[in-house]
Every structure is written in C-alpha cells, then in structure tokens.
C-alpha cells in the first residue's frame, strides 16, 4: 500500500527557510487521481492545511501562507517538497505530507510527521 | 476561508457510552466533510469522508451524518482504543480546514 515519508532537519534558525521532503512509496505521485498535501500542527494545537500540489505541477497554497510557500514535485524520485522562507518560533510544529483524493474524499494517506523546531 | 466549529472541545465519557461530536460551517459544504482520529504522537487517521462514507478498515461503531453547515460523529459504543482528539475537515473549497478539535477522554 502507498506510504509517505517526511524527511528533512528538525531544527532552523530563525529567518531562515525549512524544507522538508515527502517520498511516496508503493505508488506513483504521478496518479491523476490524487493530489499531494502538506499540513503543520503547533505543538498542542489544531491542524493547518499548507498547500497541495499536482502531479501536473499546478499548486494551491493556503492564503495565509502564500508569500512564503513552495511545493514542488520531483516525479523521477517520487518525492514532493516543502520550502517555507523567513520562518520564526510560530511555524515551529509537526509538519506532515498527505495523500487527497480529487474526488474530495478526505486524505486517506499521511506521513508518520517529522517535527521543525525554529530556534536561534 | 470557511470556519469550522467543534463542539464539544473537550468530553469526557466511559467505554460503551454513545457519543456525540457536532462540527457546524460557517457557509453551505454540501456533504464535502472528513473526520479524522488522531492518537497522541502519532498523524491523523481518516475514519469519514464525504459526511457519512466510512472509510475501509474503520469499525462500523464510527458513523457520520448531516450537510450543508451541520455534521456530527457519533461512536456507538465508545471502545477504550477510541480515546483520541478527533477533527472535522471541509474539502468544498480551498483553503482546506480543520475544525479545532474535540478531546475525548476517559471518565
């Protein structure tokens, strides 16, 4: 069955940019049935959705996230990505990659989390 | 962005007890609602998608209900591998969200 994998440092400086990578294995990213997410949950708060991305390439970024987010594909590795620039203490969190059905049937698919710690 | 309302955020119960949890949105999302179990330490598990479609391998206790603004989860007869913070989640449109979570936890 599909699996995801986070990957990527546990710790950034403040300022700086975190990038974290989902591999996907048992399946292909490229499938036109499914889009490809990341979502952060603080410590002991709620779930935020970040973006998603295609396997076209065509991406949706969270508004709230937008001047700071890039998610982009590598198909020949399996693999997508997430760049989040000029971070600080408050995108510190569980960062996890995320499996959705186009048919909007809820994400049926996550990564175990790895968790970014922003610190000087 | 549509806002989505748990309630309760916190409930306290005993095995075999019915529970009800109710996420309400701030505008019409059809039946386009998730619910998902998340265990602590550990990511998110689908149990509901499309307001009352049971996901494979999720025991039939789980049922969903409503659209439009209000949904509910109901646990049939709470079973101690249920105690969990479960959350809603619309997908009718972009940005995605979740509601704030409700806590079950054991009386």
């Known amino acids: 069955q599909v699996q995801l994998q986070e990957s990527g440092p546990g710790l950034v400086k403040p300022s700086q940019t975190l990038s974290l990578t989902c591999t996907v294995s048992?399946?292909?990213?490229?499938?036109?049935?499914?889009?490809w997410s990341w979502i952060r949950q603080p410590p002991g708060k709620g779930l935020e959705w970040i973006g998603y991305i295609f396997y076209s390439g065509s991406t949706y970024y969270n508004p709230s996230l937008k001047s700071r987010v890039t998610i982009s594909l590598d198909t020949s590795k399996n693999q997508f990505s997430l760049k989040l620039s000029s971070v600080t203490a408050a995108d510190t969190a569980v960062y996890y990659c995320a499996r959705g059905s186009l048919r909007r049937d809820g994400m049926d698919v996550w990564g175990q989390g790895t968790t970014v710690t922003v610190s000087s | 962005d549509i806002q989505l309302t748990q309630s309760p955020s916190f409930l306290s119960a005993s095995v075999g007890d019915r529970v009800t949890i109710a996420c309400r949105a701030s505008q019409g999302i059809s039946s386009y609602l998730a619910w998902y179990q998340q265990k602590p330490g550990k990511a998110p598990r689908l149990l509901i998608y499309a307001a009352s479609t049971l996901q494979s391998g999720v025991p039939s206790r789980f049922s969903g209900s409503g659209s439009g603004t209000e949904f509910t989860l109901t646990i049939s007869s709470l079973q101690p591998e249920d105690f969990a913070t479960y959350y809603c989640q619309q997908l009718n449109s972009y940005p995605l969200t979740f509601g704030g979570g409700t806590k079950v936890e054991i009386k």
């Open positions: 048992g399946g292909s990213i490229s499938s036109g049935d499914y889009y």
